[in-house]
């Protein structure tokens, strides 16, 4: 047990080692550069590090890029999911991959500016924190849309779990102690950026601009982004299904003033007009019931998922130390 203190205490020195972790997705014309890019950021501050490169699946030139990166760097890791699992399967092979003092997730598009490594870096070591975050201070070009569903999202998120989600991203530098804690969470479904937030310890927030994709263009549909949305809501609290409750409540309540009102028109002989009600109780009994269901389903679904316990992410190949290891 005092091994494990030991080990989870480590020293903060400047020999500490740095895993970048880096979902990959159809990034094969620029993954190089971009690698190239925040290797001289940690060559030039003499940050010692290894990348652990996850491709998720990609169908382009990402897998061959990212071997010979391996092959030819001893400080790269190269994974291969066998399909694409989303980012959140990729992030979740990287962090069980990574063997560093402390682990940096970002994305491969450099839309996470890497020249803020150093000083993400040095609050780790320096200030001691176990957790800084990359706080978006301007969230880059997105569309009308897109921000008012994400602003929508984070504000349910906000008022059911009483966690800012608003501009934190998946930018962030994890303590080796949090990642092991990290791994004690056994759910199958995750989302880091939520997860993280959860999982609490000393945490420092340094703000960025979103910087501009380098090339390629983004993974993310509007109906993927809604299934992130349920999924994350969903994940978290489990307020709408109380909801649900509350509009039964209130519906019952509604039934009883229209039970008394139908009553008396019937003993006091009006009782034949009545048929707008009749459409309109219907029609919204109706919508109602089905939407509860959805929501109940939603949960159900995600209790299959967990319960049928598979794997959160499966790897075909990978190169370690310029040799393929698995
Ligand atoms: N990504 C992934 N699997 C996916 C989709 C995306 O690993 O199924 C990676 C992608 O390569 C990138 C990061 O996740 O490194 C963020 O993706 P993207 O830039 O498309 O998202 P956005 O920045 O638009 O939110
Ligand atoms: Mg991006």
Same mark, same amino acid.
């Given at each position: 047990m005092e091994a494990i203190i030991n080990s989870l205490n480590h020293n903060r020195t400047a020999e500490s080692r740095l895993s970048v972790v880096l979902p990959i997705y159809q990034e094969g014309s620029h993954i190089k550069n971009s690698i190239r890019m925040i290797e001289n950021i940690l060559v030039e501050h003499h940050i010692p590090y290894e990348f652990i490169l996850? #491709?998720? *699946? !990609? /169908?382009?030139n990402t897998w061959s890029e990212i071997v010979s990166l391996a092959k030819e760097n001893k400080h790269v890791t190269s994974v291969r999911l066998s399909r694409n699992f989303g980012k959140e399967a990729a992030l979740c092979a990287g962090l069980d991959y990574a063997q560093g003092d402390m682990v940096l997730v970002m994305d491969a598009d450099l839309q996470h500016p890497p020249a803020l490594i150093p000083q993400l870096v040095k609050a780790w070591r320096e200030e001691g924190y176990d957790v800084v975050e990359g706080i978006k201070n301007s969230r880059g070009k997105e569309n009308f849309i897109y921000r008012t569903c994400a602003k929508f999202f984070y504000y349910i998120i906000y008022k059911t !779990? #009483?966690?800012?989600? *608003?501009? /934190? !991203?998946?930018?962030k530098l994890l303590d080796r102690k949090v990642i092991e804690a990290w791994k004690e969470m056994p759910e199958r479904a995750t989302f880091f950026r939520g997860m993280s937030a959860w999982l609490g310890y000393d945490r420092k927030q340094i703000g960025f601009d979103v910087a501009e994709r380098v090339n390629g263009k983004t993974k993310w549909s509007l109906f993927r982004l809604t299934r992130l949305a349920a999924n994350a809501i969903t994940s978290y609290t489990s307020v709408p299904l109380h909801c649900i409750t509350l509009l039964g409540i209130i519906m019952f309540l509604g039934s009883i003033i229209l039970g008394v009102q139908t009553l008396f028109m019937k003993f006091s002989g009006k009782s034949t007009s009545g048929f707008t009600t009749v459409i309109l109780l219907q029609l919204f009994i109706g919508s109602s019931i089905m939407v509860s269901l959805g929501i109940i389903g939603i949960y159900l679904t995600k209790i299959y998922k967990e319960v049928k316990a598979r794997p959160r992410y499966l790897v075909s190949k990978c190169v370690r130390g310029g040799e393929t290891k698995c």
């Open positions: 996850v #491709d998720d *699946g !990609s /169908t382009d !779990s #009483d966690i800012h989600l *608003g501009k /934190t !991203s998946d930018f």
